[in-house]
């Protein structure tokens, strides 16, 4: 992690300097994790793609205003998290897309789709809070401190929305007729 922190804030510095190849080579880097946490927030996939070229659009524009580039990561889901709420904070439009995914089947030993599916259900049953500090906890791996800036919140709440969110999804996502 250390050198491609060494690359990215080189990166930084050949953007900075008018290098648009060098932005392009961090978006790159970046797009996948930020388009997967997109995704988990606002459920829908064209809006996760729009808002990621929004966020790489905002980040090329303020790259300027980013005093410590070892932080590039944790500034750039804070851009990222910023776009997913104001799009969460729009009115509903009528035709809102149905729900599609399919009830998973009873098997004993859940296939990969349906072990995807029971995640995602589980994911529905936590809050927006919980939800989001795990995606950043688990799936894209930051730790307290840098979910602590993203979210712009204590560290202390931060590992125990973690904590409990944890809980809730060991909870639901135990094998039927198991018993913690």
């Known amino acids: 992690m250390i050198f491609r ?4 804030r080189d990166l ?5 300097r008018g290098n648009v190849d060098a932005y392009n080579l961090l978006v790159s880097r970046w797009e996948k994790r930020i388009y997967n946490y997109l995704l988990r927030l606002v459920g829908n996939r064209e809006d996760a793609m729009d808002l990621a070229q929004e966020v790489f659009l905002k980040a090329y524009q303020n790259l300027t205003k980013l005093e410590n580039q070892a932080r590039f990561g944790p500034w750039l889901f804070r851009i990222a998290h910023n776009e997913a709420y104001s799009l969460l904070r729009k009115p509903k439009s009528d035709s809102q897309p149905v729900d599609e995914k399919p009830a998973a089947a009873g098997f004993g030993r859940m296939l990969p789709l349906e072990t995807s599916l029971a995640v ?3 994911l529905e049953r936590l809050t927006e809070d919980q939800r989001e500090a795990v995606v950043l906890k688990v799936c894209q791996g930051f730790r307290f401190e840098e979910i602590a800036e993203v979210l712009e919140t204590p560290v202390s709440t931060i590992k125990s929305r973690v904590y409990t969110a944890l809980e809730i999804l060991k909870a ?8 913690s």
């Open 172 to 179: 639901s996502l135990a094998p039927v007729g198991s018993k």
């Open 120 to 122: 995602e259900r589980a």
């Open 5 to 8: 922190e060494v690359e990215d």
């Open 12 to 16: 930084i510095g050949r953007t900075r």
